[in-house]
């Protein structure tokens, strides 16, 4: 049996993991933005399964939690992000975004209340600076902000028991992925038939990081299975699910990434970035679209995230997500040009080998200019 108290260490930019579930059987380190958390335990195509299945959870210790107290926190958070969070009532579950004075993604935010406290789940990069930012918006508004990361760690489940979850005012302490459907106010451009986020099923559950040691040690009697996080992304991926660490970068505007789906209330009031979201939303198209990719796997070769996505000659995007896949095969998301063609074959090079990739449109060319603006004939 481990200690039952918390064994900690700290990841690169500061904030603090939670190793046990390092410690377990298999366990293989994953790198990167993902460092100090478990990127698989042998099998990740056998962890997807178990995910799907519901019967196993990831540790997410690497995430950031931020709280907000005081009776104004829903109505400022609300005048302040894309999302209309000020009728949240307890245990409700939504995500809004920040945005600049142009319209760029600055932050992802996934918000549960409590009715006393909301909290806020990043990414572990985006933590601090995330706080810094509200804590000096705060001007005369009964609100205080926290970061919490110290204290809770986040486990993801798509539908399996979290052992130890942490409680808050009598509330679970689970934020629920709005994915799955478009929430009022929302809006998707995606067409399919079926959208692939119908099976993501995805939560965030809050454990407190001195119970870390005591869910690892849990989840053999509670039939639960570890995952790493390259299950979740492949899952991820397959949903069409962008991701904040993945998928931006400083160019960002949410109509590229179908992210008026989750994250943004489009008949709310005024907030930063408000005007650009409602002008390309109704009169203009996104410079840029996310598009799925499905990889030629024959070569054995995954292409690096960041590579770049190429048409012909030409470099039309880059490549933001990848994974394999339990039953697609290779997967990816990537973010081109709008004028792509969405029927091109695309290539991505990967050292001397170029890698054939076939689109699934997520975000049609066609996306945004939604209002029916009449045309005045030109007097002759």
Not at 90 to 119: F, N
Not at 324 to 348: C, M, N, Q, W, Y
Request: glycine fraction near 8%; hydrophobic fraction near 45%; include cysteine.
């Amino acid at each position: 049996m481990r200690s039952a108290g918390p064994s900690l260490r700290t990841r690169r930019g500061g904030s603090p993991v939670s190793t046990e579930f390092l410690a377990l059987e298999g366990a293989v380190e994953a790198s990167g933005a993902d460092a100090g958390i478990a990127a698989h335990y042998g099998n990740p195509m056998v962890e997807q399964r178990s995910l799907v299945a519901g019967t196993a959870i990831v540790d997410l210790s690497n995430r950031g939690v931020l709280t907000v107290t005081g009776p104004d926190r829903l109505t400022w958070l609300d005048s302040m992000s894309s999302q209309s969070v000020r009728g949240m009532r307890p245990g409700d579950s939504a995500e809004t975004l920040l945005l600049g004075q142009t319209g760029r993604i600055e932050h992802d935010i996934r918000i549960l209340d409590d009715g006393v406290i909301a909290w806020l789940l990043v990414d572990g990069a985006d933590a601090e600076p995330l706080r810094a930012w509200l804590d000096s918006m705060r001007f005369m508004l009964r609100v205080e902000v926290a970061d919490r990361t110290a204290d809770f760690a986040t486990v993801g489940t798509l539908g399996a028991r979290v052992p130890s979850a942490a409680e808050s005012n009598g509330v679970v302490l689970a934020w629920r992925d709005p994915w799955p459907a478009v929430p009022r106010g929302g809006h998707q451009y995606a067409v399919p038939e079926e959208h692939p986020a119908s099976a993501w099923t995805y939560s965030e559950v809050l454990v407190e990081r001195s119970a870390m040691a005591s869910v690892a040690d849990e989840l053999v009697s509670a039939g639960i299975v570890p995952a790493g996080v390259l299950a979740l992304e492949a899952l991820r991926i397959a949903a069409w699910r962008p991701s904040f660490t993945a998928e931006v970068d400083e160019k960002t505007i949410p109509h590229e990434l179908d992210w008026l789906r989750s994250a943004v209330h489009l008949t709310k009031g005024c907030y930063r970035g408000q005007e650009t979201v409602a002008k390309v939303h109704n009169l203009g198209h996104p410079p840029r679209r996310l598009v799925m990719l499905h990889l030629d796997g024959s070569d054995a070769v995954l292409p690096l995230e960041g590579g770049d996505v190429v048409l012909g000659d030409t470099v039309v995007g880059r490549i933001t997500s990848v994974a394999r896949h339990f039953e697609l095969g290779p997967v990816a998301l990537a973010v081109v040009k709008r004028s792509t063609d969405p029927d091109a074959v695309l290539s991505i090079p990967v050292g001397d080998t170029i890698v054939a990739a076939a689109q699934e449109v997520i975000v049609p060319p066609t996306a945004g200019a939604v209002a029916d603006v009449p045309r005045i004939p030109r007097l002759r």
